[in-house]
């Protein structure tokens, strides 16, 4: 009798599972790729608030055993768009310290991207942290890998940065714009990010870096025997005049990796609602409810 009912029980939860999948699917809609896979499970979802280039914003995220979801809201629960797809894989996290208004964050670092987020409150970023982390480990195990070593550097907003910080001297205005230094992700002036590098994990192609990055990645290269360089690291003289053109007609290389920066069309004041995580209270229900019935 047990048996059969933990068979019902995991098939009810295996349903409950995909009617949560598609919901989110739908939410998505034609923006979003296809979420339903064998064996993945949607883990809990809830808003947090991302570091975003030039202020922080309100993203739903979802957390399935071996993806981290998120995207910008436009109608709260409803729909949502720009959606980005994170490997668990590939991150790792590490918490911040409370600093005036930025409080219960942490740092999502992968391989491509790196951003901070922030909770309401203490206990969601524990409860977030903890669930992310065992879906890691779990992953982890299961495949053998290990934990990736290089991760890209977190963006420094760009309202944190009155002036280049690499130079200290030019004034950014409407003329001179900021940009970002995609090896130290520090907010720079143009001739002080005039140079390209390929970062491995983040592009194919050069990425803008800062002088000082240039000279360091140079020196480390230098370094390095030329047999034991993978061939992608050494910028193709056609791929840099490609970057360096498209610099030159006035595009902003900087905002190309933060898509999902752009300004909101819902409201930036949205209702809190508390994080929701599946898996135990749902099961203990169940039995509690089961073992009632066979008391009778």
């Known amino acids: ?94 918490s911040l310290k409370d600093e005036g208004q930025y409080r219960n964050g942490w740092l999502i670092r992968t391989a491509s991207k790196s951003f901070a987020v922030y909770a309401a409150t203490a206990t969601e970023k524990e409860e977030w942290m903890a669930h992310i982390e065992k879906c890691i480990e779990d992953l982890l195990r299961k495949s053998g890998k290990q934990p990736p070593s290089e991760h890209a550097a977190v963006w420094v907003p760009d309202n944190e940065a009155a002036i280049c910080m690499h130079c200290k001297k030019t004034q950014f205005t409407v003329l001179n714009r900021r940009h970002h230094c995609r090896k130290c992700g520090s907010v720079v002036c143009g001739p002080c990010s005039s140079k390209r590098w390929v970062l491995r994990g983040q592009s194919d192609k050069p990425l803008r870096v800062c002088l000082q990055c240039y000279d360091d990645l140079t020196r480390e290269r230098a370094r390095v025997p030329p047999l034991a360089q993978p061939a992608a690291h050494t910028p193709h003289t056609a791929a840099v005049k490609s970057a360096l053109d498209t610099a030159g007609s006035g595009g902003d290389s900087s905002a190309d990796d933060d898509s999902d920066d752009d300004d909101d069309r819902a409201p930036a004041d949205h209702s809190h609602d508390e994080p929701k995580f599946y898996g135990d209270g749902e099961k203990t229900e169940e039995t509690n409810n089961h073992s009632s019935k066979e008391t009778k």
Do not use: W
Request: net charge positive.
């Open 1 to 94: 009798m047990y048996q059969d009912f933990y068979l019902h029980l995991v098939s009810v939860n295996s349903e409950a599972n995909a009617r949560r999948i598609a919901m989110v699917e739908n939410c998505f809609g034609s923006s979003g790729q296809p979420l339903a896979e064998q064996g993945r499970v949607l883990v809990g979802e809830g808003v947090l608030t991302k570091m975003c280039r030039k202020k922080p914003k309100a993203r739903q995220f979802f957390l399935f055993n071996d993806i981290l979801v998120y995207g910008n809201i436009v109608i709260n629960k409803k729909k949502y768009n720009k959606q980005h797809v994170i490997p668990l894989e590939e991150v790792k996290l590490e």
